[in-house]
């Protein structure tokens, strides 16, 4: 059975309760890992972790805890890529499975707009996030967990 990592400090609000449901529903183990103490409810399924302050200490607590087929939700793409090096997967909040086919390319992206920010061209950083996001990550997290959690249709 898949275990679920969440990368706890920048999980949106609207998806918590998508989340949580799912967690209860097929009884999945879940961390949520992050500087500071959050939640999305109270569940024997799942843990809390709080790691040291620092910009990627919650990301290398995760990495070192993942293991192949389990899955990452994160908006950090480089997380992303180094969980999928370890053949697990990662899903970001907007509902984006990542993958070795794409992962890559989201990655150049990524550091080609980092670049340019530190060049000081002031770029537009990603839309507000809202319910057709929530909608997306719900409907990708469904088809997710029905592939790899052996769900059937009802």
Do not use: W
Not at 49 to 55: D, L, S
Not at 80 to 87: F, Q, S, Y
């Amino acid at each position: 059975m898949i275990r679920i990592f969440v990368d706890g400090d920048a999980f949106p609000n609207l998806l918590k309760p998508i989340l949580f449901r799912s967690i209860e529903r097929l009884s999945i183990e879940t961390f949520v890992v992050s500087n500071k103490p959050i939640t999305i409810g109270k569940s024997k399924l799942i843990s809390y972790i709080i790691v040291e302050q620092g910009a990627d200490e919650a990301d290398h607590h995760i990495v070192e805890l993942a293991k192949e087929g389990d899955l990452v939700i994160t908006a950090d793409i480089p997380l992303a890529d180094r969980v999928i090096e370890k053949n697990a997967h990662a899903i970001d909040h907007r509902g984006e499975l990542y993958s070795v086919d794409n992962i890559k390319q989201y990655l150049a992206m990524r550091n080609l707009m980092e670049s340019i920010r530190d060049t000081g061209e002031i770029t537009r950083g990603p839309k507000p996030f809202d319910q057709k996001d929530a909608h997306q990550f719900a409907n990708q997290l469904h088809k997710f967990l029905t592939k790899h959690c052996n769900i059937k249709h009802t």
